[in-house]
């Protein structure tokens, strides 16, 4: 059974950090392309940042660029994010995904069960 399991969320000051990691188990993503999501109450899922399996990230929403830093270990099957200044329009619940995408271009997603990040001002 394959799961992903997020931690490291908490609640922090405006202006803080806090690093989340994601561990999976159950298969090993290391070809696969992994993310994080979030989503505030009262809005839609969010897509943060992603990473390819070599460990070049691919995305970060702009409102994150220069202060979040998504990185993985593959050898450890584990993604993490960075989130430095953190503001409290960070404030949600993160989920990390991971994409398994097929030779014939066929995803498949899996999801954590989130973690909740709560900054103050």
């Known amino acids: 059974q394959v799961q992903l399991a997020e931690s490291g969320g908490g609640l922090v000051q405006a202006g803080g950090s806090l690093r989340l990691s994601c561990a999976a188990s159950?298969?090993?993503?290391?070809?696969?392309?992994l993310a994080w999501f979030r989503q505030a109450p009262g809005k839609e899922r969010e897509y943060v940042a992603g990473?390819?399996?070599?460990?070049?990230?691919?995305y970060y929403v702009d409102s994150v660029k220069g202060r979040f830093t998504i990185s993985r270990d593959n050898a450890k099957n584990t993604v993490y994010l960075q989130m430095n200044s953190l503001k409290p329009e960070d404030t949600a619940v993160y989920y990390c995904?991971?994409?398994?995408?097929?030779?014939?271009?066929?995803?498949?997603?899996?999801w954590g069960q989130g973690t909740q990040v709560t900054v103050s001002s």
């Open positions: 995904r991971a994409r398994v995408t097929t030779w014939s271009g066929t995803n498949s997603d899996y």
């Open positions: 159950g298969r090993t993503f290391t070809t696969d392309h």
């Open positions: 990473i390819s399996w070599n460990g070049v990230p691919t």
